[in-house]
C-alpha cells in the first residue's frame, strides 16, 4: 500500500489547490504485483492499480457518509498528465512530479510517469496512499473542513489516508501483502518537508516524523483521531 521514493528523487507534496463546493460497488481488490522483485512492473499492472485505489477509496468514503446520513458524491474525475502546467486548477498550472486534488474543479491530477517511477521502483502501495491522501482532500472540501495552516490540512489528509487504508483492509477490499508495511514506513520518511521549511509555510507538509504519526494515527486507530467532524 504505499511510498515514495527516496533521497529527493520523488517528493509526493499531496497538494490540495484551488477552491470549490463540495458508488459504491465493484468487487473485493488487493493491492497487484508490483512488489515482486522479481520482474519490472507493467503500465497494465498501474493503471489497474489506479483503477483499484480509485473504487476502494469511494467505497469507504461513501460507507462513512452514508454512516453520517449523508450523501456522498465521488471526486468528479481522475486525470493524469506528462507536462508540468498541461492541466490547470482555476488558473494555477499543476506543476511536474506532483499529485493534486484541484476543488475548482473537484478532480484529481497525478503526473503520470512520476507516479508510475515510484510504482515501479516501490510497489503497488505508493499508489493506495497517493490515491488516498488525494482523495482525503476532497473529503475535507465536501465536509467544509477549514484551515489556519497548509501543514493542519495536510496531516489531517495523512490521517484520512490511514484511516481508509486500515477500514478497507477490515472490510475485505484490500488485502496486505508481505512488504507492504515496510513500503508506508520508508515513504513516508521520504515525503517529509525539508528540515529548513518552516511549520507554518503556505505549502508545509510536516516533517517526516509528524506525516508518519498522523499516517500510522488513523491506521491504528481510525477515523476517529482524525478530527474531521
Partial sequence: MVAALVAGALLISGCAIGTGAAPDGGTETTTGAADNPGRAATEDEFAQDIESAV?????????????????????????????????????????AQNAVYCAAGDFIAYDIDWAFAAFEQVG?????????????????????????YTIEQELQADCMAGAYLNGSIQAGRLQVEDGDMEELQTGLLAVGDDPSQPWFAPNAHGTAQQRTDSFFNGYDRGLAVCDVG
Fill in 55 to 95: 473504487v476502494v477509496a469511494e467505497r469507504y468514503w461513501n460507507d462513512v457518509f452514508r454512516q453520517d446520513g449523508l450523501a456522498f458524491e465521488p471526486v468528479r474525475k481522475i486525470v493524469p498528465y506528462r507536462e508540468g502546467g498541461e492541466v490547470t486548477c482555476g488558473q494555477d498550472p499543476i506543476p
Fill in 124 to 148: 503497488d502501495a505508493f499508489v493506495y496512499y497517493l490515491l488516498g491522501h488525494e482523495y482525503a482532500h476532497g473529503v475535507q472540501v465536501r465536509f467544509g473542513l477549514r484551515y489556519e
